[in-house]
């Protein structure tokens, strides 16, 4: 393991949390910058959890809105890194159950 990899893990975290603070009140700018900075992190995330790319990416907008809506209710000294996506997989999960529906749905018999 490179030894600069457990001190950019603490900086993205301590990082994130700041933003997000910062969201929390309504900065924008801090929401942009917490978009970049763990973005890559809820994609990787999204992406094990649904099966096409129109998926991933609406999975990771809906979570960053709700995120937004959210933010204000996250408390410092937490793990936001952890919250964050915590977020990202209960949306997920959700657009992993709808799909499953939807099978169901239009899966054999559904002609009838």
């Known amino acids: 393991m490179p030894h600069g990899l457990p001190a950019r893990r603490t900086s993205i975290r301590a990082e994130a949390e700041r933003q997000l603070v ?4 309504g900065d924008r700018e801090a929401f942009s910058v917490l978009y970049d900075l763990v973005a890559p992190y809820v994609v990787a995330l999204v992406r094990q959890a649904v099966d096409s790319d129109s998926q991933v990416r609406d999975v990771v907008h809906e979570a960053f809105l709700e995120l937004w809506r ?5 408390r ?37």
């Open 70 to 74: 959210k933010a204000p209710r996250y």
């Open 76 to 112: 410092p000294g937490g793990n936001a890194m952890a919250w964050i996506m915590r977020v990202a997989l209960d949306h997920g999960a959700a657009a992993r159950s709808r799909s499953g529906r939807a099978d169901d749905v239009t899966g054999p018999g559904a002609e009838h």
């Open 22 to 25: 910062l969201v929390g009140a």
